[in-house]
Every structure is written in C-alpha cells, then in structure tokens.
C-alpha cells in the first residue's frame, strides 16, 4: 500500500473534524449574543453583524460550512450513487449550488464593509 492511498482520507476527514468544531463554536457564540443582547431591532443587529470582529467569524463560519458540506455530499455521492454519469452529474451539481452560495453570501459581506 502506498502512503498517497492511507493518506487520502486525511484531507477531508480533517476538514470535517475541523470545520465541524468551527461551526459549534460559532453556533455557541451566536447563542450566546442572542440571549446576552436584550430588546434589539433591527439596527441593532445590523450593526453587530457587520462589526468587522463579527464579520470575519460570519465569514469563516460560511467558508466552515461550505467545505463541510461539500465533504459531506461528496461522500455521500461516492458511496451511494453507482451510476458514472449520475454521479458526476450530482457532484457538479452540489458545486454549482455550493459555489453560487458561497459568492452570494461574500457579496452580502462585502456590502457590509462597504456601508
């Protein structure tokens, strides 16, 4: 066995674990300005999101959750649909919609700094 093939699933399952742990951490800390905040509005909260602290981890948290879906679709796909073209078909498919959220989220972002 050569060691390119044992560490092939290194790379993704790391990205899972990590991105993962990512996630439940900003799902924490989300919780915890939301119960923390009090009576707020809108104004309020438009202001906290795009506080560049609060905007960076909004953005980590984005690029977090793309690449922990892709690793989870992709295998998805792999380990279940057996038909080649299908299966090309489903995994572009998942790149297209994770693409185009991932750029549609960057530009609500990058509005933001730009107000």
Not at 67 to 92: F, Q, S
């Given at each position: 066995?050569?060691?390119?093939?044992?560490?092939?699933?290194?790379?993704?399952?790391?990205?899972?674990?990590?991105s993962?742990?990512?996630?439940?951490?900003?799902?924490?800390?989300?919780?915890?300005?939301?119960?923390?905040?009090?009576?707020?509005?809108?104004?309020?909260?438009?202001?906290?999101?795009?506080?560049?602290?609060?905007?960076i981890?909004?953005?980590?948290?984005?690029?977090?959750?793309?690449?922990?879906?892709?690793?989870?679709?992709r295998?998805?796909?792999?380990?279940?649909?057996?038909?080649?073209?299908?299966?090309?078909?489903?995994?572009?498919?998942?790149?297209?919609?994770?693409?185009?959220?991932?750029?549609?989220?960057?530009?609500?972002?990058?509005?933001?700094?730009?107000?």
């Amino acid at each position: 066995m050569s060691s390119v093939y044992v560490l092939h699933g290194l790379k993704p399952w790391l990205i899972q674990r990590v991105s993962a742990v990512y996630i439940a951490l900003f799902v924490i800390y989300c919780v915890f300005a939301l119960t923390t905040a009090g009576d707020t509005g809108y104004l309020q909260w438009r202001e906290w999101l795009f506080h560049p602290l609060n905007t960076i981890a909004v953005g980590l948290f984005i690029i977090a959750l793309l690449l922990h879906a892709w690793v989870g679709m992709r295998d998805i796909i792999l380990d279940y649909v057996h038909n080649t073209l299908i299966r090309m078909l489903a995994l572009n498919l998942v790149i297209v919609v994770l693409i185009s959220s991932g750029l549609w989220s960057a530009k609500i972002l990058l509005l933001s700094v730009a107000i």
